[in-house]
């Protein structure tokens, strides 16, 4: 079990980083608020977590215990594999996602691509009581400077499994629908507004709106 990493960033985009451990690069997945506050050459710590299955090993990196906390634990709702856990870390703040577990808000979570009602319902049946909120603040995200954001923002939603060309028009949807992210373009607040784009668009398909 790796449960951190320490090294200078090898590499850098918005859904991953190579971290430099006594001249082994480890690839670490991570959501973009995290992988935003990395630079290039700079040391960084990050709490990990390990996930081994029969063909492969996958290491999730996070900026701190709470975000690897929130992560283990909705790897026990039934459903939910890391892929998943980590987008609704990318929408959702983890102190949010305490607050919608404890006071049953399951709305909250639809507004990740891939968590509809049912699942959404699931996440608070099940972690009732095995999250409560901390009262810490609910954060901006900060920047990330790796890339041209776009291409940033493209490469994360590729990696959650949308392919370029639905990235790229949900991306400008989104920004229509919320021109004041333009400003300053923050990688993350755009991720974040894309997926909450396409959550909602979901469902106005299935009402039959267009």
């Known amino acids: 079990m790796i449960s951190f ?12 980083a190579v971290i430099d451990v006594n001249g082994v690069g480890m690839l670490v997945h991570a959501t973009p608020k ?40 909705l790897l026990s ?19 949010s996602i305490r607050i919608g577990v404890d ?32 009262g810490a603040a609910v954060a901006s995200a900060p920047a990330a400077a790796a890339l041209e954001w776009k291409d940033q923002v493209v490469a994360a939603m590729t990696s959650l499994g949308w392919n370029e060309k639905d990235a790229l028009k949900a991306i400008d949807a989104a920004m229509a629908a919320e021109p004041e992210l333009a400003e300053g373009a923050n990688v993350a607040a755009v991720l974040r507004a894309t997926l909450r784009w396409l959550g909602q668009d979901n469902t106005r398909q299935k009402n039959g709106v267009r």
Do not use: H, N
Not at 5 to 16: D, E, I, N
């Open 34 to 73: 995290t992988l935003g506050g990395l630079r290039l050459g700079e040391e960084v710590r990050l709490t990990t977590a390990m996930i081994v299955r029969e063909d492969s090993m996958t290491l999730y990196g996070f900026a701190d215990e709470q975000e690897r906390e929130v992560f283990d634990i």
């Open 103 to 134: 006071t049953g808000d399951g709305k909250v979570f639809t507004k990740v691509p891939g968590v509809g009602p049912k699942v959404a319902g699931r996440i608070v049946l099940e972690l009732k009581g095995k999250l409560k909120p901390t």
């Open 77 to 95: 709702v039934s459903g939910i594999g890391p892929r998943l856990a980590l987008a609704i870390l990318s929408v959702l703040e983890p102190e």
């Open 5 to 16: 990493v320490r090294g200078p960033v090898a590499s850098l985009s918005l859904a991953q």
